[in-house]
């Protein structure tokens, strides 16, 4: 008996310990805790943003590598010269698959994501200042050989490109490299 009366005294003496005791973090602990969250942070946040770059580049690569692909196509289907237009219409890269007897300015143009700009090692012709012009003749070959390259408009370094490499019109998508062929560094 002495057992328990013991036992719930006890139990009693810590119930009363648990509602006089304050329950949660003290400052110090909070202070590590948030210090360790914005070192966290800190390192995270540019791998992610440099993450959602190259992200929206690969897309607007596969976006620009498909429309040559569909100019290429029409091409051989209708058996006439068909072209890939890209250009900078205020500050938006846009792309359009045409007829190349069409005048560019009356395309139906598409948006790529706003973030992403055409970018210097562009070097494909144009009968458009603003415009350049990937050309595809009745049997899918290419009239000139180049390519389209695109950067982040933010000024990261990273690139990616796609290039028309043959005459017969093997197109391949590239990226930046450290090292420059041919003066550029997207290959």
Not at 65 to 82: C, E, F, P, S, V
Not at 162 to 186: F, P, W
């Amino acid at each position: 008996m002495d057992t328990q009366v013991h036992l719930r005294s006890l139990v009693n003496a810590k119930i009363l310990c648990n509602k006089n005791s304050n329950s949660g973090f003290s400052l110090p602990e909070m202070l590590v805790v948030l210090l360790l969250i914005g070192i966290l942070a800190t390192i995270a946040i540019p791998n992610w943003l440099a993450f959602v770059e190259t992200r929206r580049l690969n897309t607007a690569q596969n976006e620009v590598y498909y429309a040559m692909r569909q100019a290429q196509r029409q091409a051989t289907k209708d058996k006439l010269t068909w072209q890939a237009s890209f250009r900078e219409q205020n500050g938006i890269v846009q792309w359009a698959v045409h007829p190349a007897t069409l005048n560019p300015s009356n395309a139906n143009w598409n948006n790529l994501d706003t973030n992403v700009r055409l970018d210097s090692e562009t070097n494909f012709q144009s009968s458009l200042s603003t415009v350049q012009e990937v050309r595809f003749d009745y049997r899918g070959n290419a009239k000139d050989l180049g390519r389209i390259a695109l950067s982040i408009k933010s000024g990261g370094k990273t690139k990616r490109c796609v290039i028309v490499s043959t005459i017969l019109g093997a197109m391949r998508m590239g990226k930046d490299n450290s090292i420059a062929k041919d003066n550029k560094y997207c290959y």
